[in-house]
DNA sequence: CGATGATATGTCCGATACGACATATGCGTC
DNA sequence: GACGCATATGTCGTATCGGACATATCATCG
């Protein structure tokens, strides 16, 4: 499994095994995870292009620096629902987003 | 507007304005809205096409037959992580819950 | 018309997400 | 090193979500 990847997971918030890896995740748990970190992911992508801060991100979406940071961190306290509020708000086609989600993994 | 979709929206739980239809939900807000209608009528095709009842997609996903309900009716109440979850444990690959987001509105 | 099975609607309450704030870490520049 | 700015981490109170249950609506069949 790749390292980085896998400090990402734990560090979100998520408990993955010492060896056996993802055999703590199932299936769908894994691919929802990886749909999540895809989002998060697209947000910095987003923001950087733009040459936004997040304080700045943060107030269009009315929300706070934390928040944005988390989001783009795929913290386990950030829902999906508002990873896909905030590409919206933030310009993003709902086509983009569905992309984005489908991108092979 | 289109009577139907209307109806939906507002059994959902969404406040339509009289007249001036969508002007009181924002452009984000609207498209949010349709991109888990999407999903919502996404869930209801899978469930039908496999011949399941409501009751039995509730025992699989681990929840009750008037969340099913209410996740195929895209309640307010029901979350875009939710509908993508289910679709996920229902078998759906993230590809093709990509796709169904993406499909043009 | 019951009666049965499927779906829809309404409410409750425990769980979790979110905004906010404080604080920490990092990283240039002086 | 000290300052300023961007980002990360931890925690808290409140708002929203989600499973459960009750009940309602709606077919279909006898």
Redesign the pocket.
């Known amino acids: 499994m790749d390292k980085t990847k896998r400090t990402r997971l734990e560090?979100a918030g998520w408990r993955v095994g010492d060896a056996p890896d993802f055999l703590e995740l199932t299936a769908e748990e894994a691919a929802f995870v990886e749909l999540k970190l895809a989002l998060a992911d697209y947000l910095r992508d987003i923001r950087?292009q733009h040459g936004w801060?997040?304080?700045y991100v943060a107030r269009v979406?009315?929300?706070?620096?934390?928040?944005v940071?988390?989001m783009?961190?795929a913290d386990?306290?950030?829902?999906v629902?508002?990873l896909v509020k905030s590409l919206l708000t933030l310009g993003v086609s709902r086509k983009q987003v569905g992309q984005v989600i489908a991108r092979a993994a």
């Open positions: 560090t950087v801060t997040q304080t979406l009315g929300s706070s620096q934390s928040r940071a988390k783009e961190a386990a306290s950030v829902s629902d508002l």
